[in-house]
């Protein structure tokens, strides 16, 4: 079993930016990136620019979660700067979802979308089997440090069943308070993805390599799989 794990840069220290990248790039799958607008949730956090920043020092997979009102505009942007992953609000596409999705893979880029907590998976029936990844948020979005919905997780198990059933091909990534409380609910739906942010993995401890040492042990400890084994260490 393949763990990949996806830290959230929004919830790491600033000021130590080039040391917890540093460390991270050859550890993980990839990067999380969070872009609010301020309107489609209440809050505002990083930028293109910021992504920018991250692949002068790594070369690691991004992706970029838009909470964002107009993702066409912010879609275009990501283009610009080469984002690995481009995933775009469920509640924002209305209209436009074949558009961008046919836009971001005319670019050699890859596509995913998001369902928020009260976002049913029905709602991109129509465009899933042209998804190569859906997140599925177990929080509120907006905010770091939220209440976890453990109801929001059996949208991971129904989504496996379907992607197994019609051969689809998009990753399940989870998203909100993955961290030694949840490891174990968030293991049994089973997705391919797990966000860490600050409760995960940053605010374990000052150093970055000791609390990467910890959130593992906390995830081999909660869930019984052993992911060292596959995951560089040193």
Not at 161 to 183: T, W
Request: glycine share 6%.
């Amino acid at each position: 079993m393949n763990i990949k794990f996806s830290p959230s840069l929004m919830t790491m220290d600033l000021d130590k930016f080039s040391e917890q990248i540093g460390f991270l790039k050859d550890k993980v799958d990839s990067f999380h990136v969070d872009i609010m607008d301020g309107h489609f949730v209440p809050n505002l956090s990083l930028s293109p620019w910021f992504i920018e920043q991250v692949k002068k020092i790594a070369d690691t997979q991004i992706s970029a979660h838009l909470m964002v009102e107009d993702p066409a505009f912010w879609t275009d942007k990501l283009i610009d700067i080469g984002t690995d992953f481009i995933c775009f609000p469920a509640e924002s596409v209305s209209g436009i979802a074949f558009r961008l999705i046919n836009k971001i893979h005319s670019s050699g880029l890859r596509a995913g979308v998001v369902l928020n907590p009260e976002t049913p998976i029905s709602s991109i029936e129509a465009y899933i089997d042209k998804l190569d990844k859906i997140t599925i948020m177990t929080v509120d979005p907006g905010f770091a440090g939220e209440v976890f919905i453990k109801k929001s997780l059996e949208k991971i198990v129904n989504l496996r069943k379907e992607r197994e059933k019609f051969n689809y091909h998009f990753l399940i990534e989870m998203d909100g308070s993955s961290n030694k409380k949840s490891f174990s609910m968030i293991h049994q739906a089973n997705p391919d993805i797990y966000i860490v942010g600050r409760s995960g993995l940053f605010g374990l401890s000052d150093d970055i390599q000791t609390s990467w040492q910890e959130m593992i042990e906390n995830f081999e400890t909660e869930t019984g799989v052993k992911v060292s084994k596959f995951i560089n260490q040193e």
